[in-house]
C-alpha cells in the first residue's frame, strides 16, 4: 500500500519480515526512490508505483541508505524497466557491485546472516554511484551517520522538507527508537550520528525511518532521542 505523506512524498509499506520501508519522492517528471525493501516486496513496490502513478522507467535514481538486503533486495527484480543510477555511501558501494561481501562479523554475529543472503541475492544491474557526506544529488542532501553501518547515510529533502533516516531510528507508536545495540556495527556511534544530523538540518517536518510510520513535527522527534 502506498500512502501520500505530502505532495511529492508517498510511503510504501512493505509485508516481508521486519517490513521495512520505500519511499518515493519527486514531482513533474522528475522521481527518486529511496531504499527498496526484500527482494520479496517486488509485487508490494510494483503496486504501489502503480498507486502513486510512477512506473519502475520513469524513475530517475535510487537512494540507499545503507546496504542491509531489506533495504537493497527489491532492485533487481524491478529491473530492467527500472534503469536508473543507484547512490549509496562509498563504503558501502562495493558490496552493491560484488566486488566485496559483508564482513562475517560485527552485530554480534547478525553480520553473518547478511553476508550469506548476499551470497544468495540478485544484485542490481544498475550504476552503482558512490557518495560522499556533504553530496547533493537530485534536490537531497546526503548526511553521513555511522553506527547503524559504517556507511549508513540520511538524505534531506527540502522541498518536502523531509528527512529519510534508514535505520538511524525506527518509528514505534507516534516516537522514535535508536538503532538497537544488536542491529549496529557501533551503537555508541548513534548519539553522535543524530546530533550531526541536527546541527547541519536543526528543523524538518517529516521524518520518514526505515521501519515504521513516517512522524510529523520530525526534528522535535529526533531531538528528543539525545536530550
Given amino acids: 500500500m502506498a500512502t501520500q505523506l505530502t505532495q511529492g512524498l508517498w510511503q510504501i509499506d512493505c509485508q516481508t519480515r521486519d517490513r521495512p520501508n520505500v519511499y518515493l519522492v519527486g514531482k513533474d517528471g522528475d522521481w527518486t526512490l529511496v531504499d527498496a525493501g526484500w527482494p520479496g516486496d517486488e ?8 498507486e ?3 512506473r519502475p522507467e520513469t524513475i530517475d535514481r535510487v537512494l540507499l541508505t545503507h546496504y542491509d538486503a531489506d533495504h537493497v533486495g527489491t532492485l533487481a527484480r524491478l529491473t530492467p524497466a527500472l534503469d536508473a543510477p543507484v547512490y549509496i555511501h562509498h563504503a558501502e558501494a562495493p558490496y552493491l557491485t560484488g566486488e566485496r561481501l559483508p564482513p562475517w562479523t560485527a ?3 547478525l553480520e553473518t546472516l547478511h553476508r550469506l543472503y548476499y551470497r544468495r ?12 557526506d556533504g553530496d547533493q544529488i537530485g534536490g537531497f542532501d546526503a548526511v553521513h551517520t555511522p553506527g547503524h553501518t559504517p556507511g549508513h547515510t540520511v538524505f534531506y529533502h ?6 529519510f533516516l534508514g535505520d538511524l531510528a525506527f518509528a514505534i507508536g507516534e516516537s ?4 538497537g545495540r544488536f542491529s549496529s556495527y557501533d551503537r555508541r556511534q548513534i548519539p553522535e550520528s543524530i546530533r550531526r544530523l541536527l546541527a547541519q538540518i536543526p528543523e524538518f517536518e517529516y521524518v520518514c525511518p526505515g521501519h515504521g510510520p513516517s512522524l510529523t513535527n520530525g526534528s522535535y522527534h529526533l531531538t528528543h532521542l539525545v536530550e
Fill in 43 to 50: 509485487r508490494t513496490v510494483r503496486d504501489g508505483l502503480t
Fill in 176 to 179: 522514535l527508537r535508536p538503532s
Fill in 121 to 132: 541475492m540478485t544484485l542490481p544491474n544498475l550504476p552503482i554511484r558512490p557518495l560522499q
Fill in 107 to 109: 552485530r554480534n554475529g
Fill in 158 to 163: 527540502e522541498e518536502t522538507d523531509a528527512t
Fill in 52 to 54: 502513486a502513478g510512477i
